[in-house]
């Protein structure tokens, strides 16, 4: 009980900071101020009214639908090739599928500028599309494998026996198993997409900014309340998925409890 209260403690500490920045959204201040002096919505109408917020964002939903399957579709076939396979190197690729977790993502936007400007393909959202992904598919691989190891492969085994193919296994059997896993992923894959901003400074040009770009090139000449406003639809938007995934993961640990 005692561990709980302190967990739960701890994690207020975390949270409440961030959560703030709800109620400065809504102030008719000019200037942050907490408690706001009076609520408003002056500076939601004011990122609605700026194309340059709007575009950003549309752009940054754009991309991280894009990253998430891509991230959706390497990372499960690394999770399979990992859990399934025995082959030369196996550590080695682990550790590659995993490096951009721990690898500081300042360096990861300098190689990814360094590869990208070779192509002349920065400025593009195929360049943000692609260097997300790389961020975002060891979200995939971890938790995919993880759910991989705890699987039955009797059942697989059972299926191949009665004359199933490989394929067909994996629709009929492992995916079913692992669909949780896999939605979780992808989830977690669109939200590292949507809130990265230190790679997409490299990448993104003129044309091609995404939000936390936009926000980052705002906060560096001035500071209103417009970008609390957009901090919110960013908290929100994250909270949102987050607790997408979470009824989606319970209503299947349901049914295969049930099944």
């Known amino acids: 009980m005692l561990l709980r209260i302190l967990v739960i403690f701890i994690l207020c500490l975390m949270i409440l900071p961030i959560l703030i920045i709800i109620p400065l959204s809504f102030s008719s201040s000019v200037a942050f101020e907490f408690p706001p002096p009076s609520f408003s919505l002056k500076w939601y109408q004011a990122f609605l009214a700026n194309n340059q917020w709007t575009d950003g964002f549309i752009r940054s939903i754009i991309v991280a639908v894009l990253t998430a399957i891509l991230s959706m579709v390497i990372g499960t076939m690394a999770s399979m090739a990992i859990d399934r396979l025995r082959f030369p190197g196996k550590n080695l690729f682990m550790n590659l599928m995993i490096a951009p977790m721990v690898i500081?993502?300042?360096?990861?936007?300098?190689?990814?500028?360094?590869?990208?400007?070779?192509?002349?393909?920065?400025n593009s959202i195929t360049a943000l599309v692609l260097a997300h992904s790389i961020i975002a598919i060891p979200t995939v691989v971890v938790t995919v494998t993880a759910k991989l190891k705890g699987m039955d492969r009797n059942?697989?085994?059972?299926?191949?026996?009665?004359?199933?193919?490989?394929?067909?296994?994996?629709?009929?059997?492992?995916?079913?198993?692992?669909?949780?896993?896999?939605?979780?992923?992808t989830l977690f894959a669109f939200i590292t997409s949507l809130d990265e901003v230190v790679v997409s400074i490299f990448i993104a040009g003129a044309t091609t900014k995404t939000l936390p770009v936009v926000m980052w090139e705002n906060m560096r000449t001035q500071v209103d309340p417009t970008i609390a406003a957009v901090s919110s639809i960013l908290i929100i938007s994250t909270l949102v998925v987050i607790i997408i995934q979470a009824v989606i993961t319970k209503i299947s640990e349901k049914k295969q409890a049930e099944a």
């Open 155 to 185: 059942l697989e085994l059972a299926a191949l026996s009665l004359g199933s193919n490989p394929i067909g296994v994996f629709f009929k059997i492992t995916f079913p198993l692992i669909r949780s896993a896999i939605i979780a992923g």
């Open 104 to 122: 500081p993502l300042v360096i990861v936007g300098i190689a990814m500028y360094y590869t990208f400007s070779v192509y002349q393909m920065t």
